[in-house]
């Protein structure tokens, strides 16, 4: 009993800690700076907060809908009389005030937690240090209804593992062969890291791969040997991680973060078959044909894998049209490469990547994408 009542002392603590009213001071709602993405009102929604300077935070705010802005505010939180206040004005697409000239949406504060800041008719709500979910009182028709913003916040992601990829002169022909200049002028790199299973041998399982860039596109050369190829299940939305397959991790921005069942990266499985599986924000696996172009031609226990990969950034949305990133000099890109290898099993028996990781559970790369090393996309002359 006395165990118990010690974590309900803890426990309780710590609701209390969290609970505690704070000063109503800038420094204490700090967390909330940084650019946060979300969706509302069927659109995209993006909010880029200040630090706290000169007594006061400043934001602007976007609503984009099918493409095409909808409205704009600009927001201050500023320090007054012993207290904060929040106060805003919003704008049409083309900068046309919604507002009188003197006239501000004003906010005042009613209280400060260390994961909420509570004004009148707007509140914000700390999640982790890359979510926060803001909510606003809006009135019409003499109804009031609250709207909930979530928002996730970009963190850099420290480089890693980084890979400086040439651009390649001319568009590789996605045949299997790989006689383009650009593939016999690239280096080879490994994929000779376990992250799941029983230690293989070299006549069981050997990888590497090389990479180019083309404005529209990332491509991928790999080489698999593989005793045993496998490809038991047919229907291509059933266990696709279980039989031998081709897996390209990448996150178009290298912001890292969770991805599990969201489209801040993209966990490409490529089946033998060639079609392409990623889990999808229905927490179901849904394919991607249209992302992945690939051709794989297998002479003996050796597959050469010869794959195109368009780039999405993290506004992709599954039931709309999305325009792929196009790429550039100097842009940085998070990526690892992996092989599930099954030889006659239920289940997968090795899952070998690219990168390493650290820790015991190594099979992380499908959720978070802190896990990516980094490629540096430069020209041929460098």
């Not at 012993?82 to 004005?89: A, R, V, W, Y």
């Not at 909930?148 to 568009?171: D, S």
């Not at 039931?319 to 196009?326: A, C, G, H």
């Amino acid at each position: 009993m006395r165990y118990i009542s010690f974590f309900l002392l803890i426990f309780s603590f710590s609701l209390f800690a969290q609970d505690k009213i704070l000063e109503p001071k800038l420094q204490n709602i700090a967390w909330i700076s940084g650019t946060w993405h979300g969706e509302a009102f069927g659109g995209q929604t993006e909010e880029i907060w200040s630090e706290p300077a000169g007594d006061s935070m400043m934001a602007t705010f976007k609503l984009t809908v099918d493409g095409k802005v909808q409205f704009y505010e600009i927001e201050i939180i500023r320090e007054i009389e012993n207290s904060l206040i929040l106060q805003l004005k919003h704008f049409n697409n083309d900068l046309k005030g919604w507002e009188t000239k003197g006239e501000t949406v004003d906010f005042p504060l009613k209280y400060i937690t260390q994961t909420k800041a509570v004004f009148e008719g707007m509140s914000f709500e700390k999640v982790s240090d890359s979510e926060m979910n803001v909510y606003v009182d809006i009135k019409e028709k003499g109804k009031t209804e609250t709207v909930k913003f979530k928002y996730k916040k970009k963190i850099k992601k420290p480089t890693k593992q980084l890979i400086k990829v040439k651009q390649a002169r001319i568009n590789p022909i996605i045949d299997g062969v790989a006689d383009e200049d650009i593939w016999n002028t690239s280096e080879w790199l490994p994929i000779n890291q376990l992250w799941l299973g029983s230690r293989y041998t070299k006549d069981d399982f050997e990888g590497r791969y090389k990479l180019a860039w083309m404005s529209d596109a990332l491509f991928l050369l790999a080489e698999i040997k593989d005793d045993i190829l496998i490809d038991n299940e047919k229907a291509p939305l059933k266990a696709w991680w279980d039989d031998d397959c081709l897996e390209i991790f990448v996150d178009e921005d290298n912001s890292g973060g969770n991805h599990q069942y969201n489209h801040n990266a993209f966990a490409y499985h490529i089946a033998l078959d060639g079609n392409v599986v990623d889990m999808s924000p229905e927490k179901s696996g849904k394919l991607y044909n249209s992302h992945i172009k690939s051709k794989r031609i297998t002479t003996g226990n050796t597959s050469i894998w010869e794959v195109k990969i368009l780039l999405f950034d993290d506004s992709y949305h599954d039931n709309q049209e999305n325009t792929p990133v196009k790429l550039t000099h100097n842009k940085n890109i998070g990526f690892a490469l992996a092989y599930c290898d099954n030889d006659n099993s239920e289940h997968r028996e090795n899952f070998i990547g690219s990168v390493k990781v650290e820790g015991d559970d190594k099979n992380r790369g499908w959720i978070d994408a802190n896990i990516f090393g980094t490629l540096r996309l430069i020209n041929s002359e460098n």
